[in-house]
């Protein structure tokens, strides 16, 4: 390397003032760095792809779940009366709703299963879960209520052996069942012995046809709560 005064001169000579001059007017590399530039539009690609994402997260996608219940032993739609269903959740407290004139009813949720007891008058509880909703109705088969039916039977039917008619309805019925009529207009309840309600079943009054069966209970083949009123 020449000397630092060496340096100097033909740094002058160049138009420069001295060597350190000429050093920092030529530091940089002598190859050109090309500055790269993104495209406007990829950063609208990416902040809309962001926006989605996050809808997509925040917003829960619903679940469909559609159910007709159909009467076991008739192999028809339950109409008659609407089905009572509770829904069950684990995060929050039961939903109560009822099924529609044709017999069913649809659910929607963010879950992807459903977990729900069905109640009928005339038919057995029972309790259904479904995991994947389907993109058709599912018929449910509900199993009668033997015993409810009966009774509906005996108040509505035209029976005419009288006195063995008792003596069905003392099988059917236990001796300590609890047996309450609810009054209309909300004006409260009125609870009958197992003798009292039998006397009123088997008593031919025009009021009779009209007795609707709500809640029956059985144990060990009889019934030992039930619950009715007599439609206006």
Known sequence: ??????????????????????????????HLKRTTQIPRWFWVVIIGFGLLTTVYFMIPIKNTFSFCFIDQDRNQPITRIPVDIIILNNRESPFYTKS???GCFIWKTKDDYIHFVVQSPYHKTDTIYRIAPSETQEHLK???DDYALMLHYYANGKVEDWKNRRNELSQMIADDATIFQVLPHGLGIEIYT????????TTPTQSL?????????????QIVKLKFRVKS
């Open 1 to 30: 390397m020449p000397r630092v005064d060496i340096l100097n001169i033909l740094s002058q000579y160049c138009g420069y003032t001295h060597w350190n001059d000429f050093k920092n007017n030529h530091s940089a590399s002598p």
């Open 100 to 102: 529609d004139s044709l």
């Open 142 to 144: 509900i199993q009668t």
């Open 194 to 201: 197992k003798n009292e309600f039998i006397n009123k079943l």
């Open 209 to 221: 046809k009209n007795i609707e069966i709500i809640e029956s209970r059985r144990l060990n083949r």
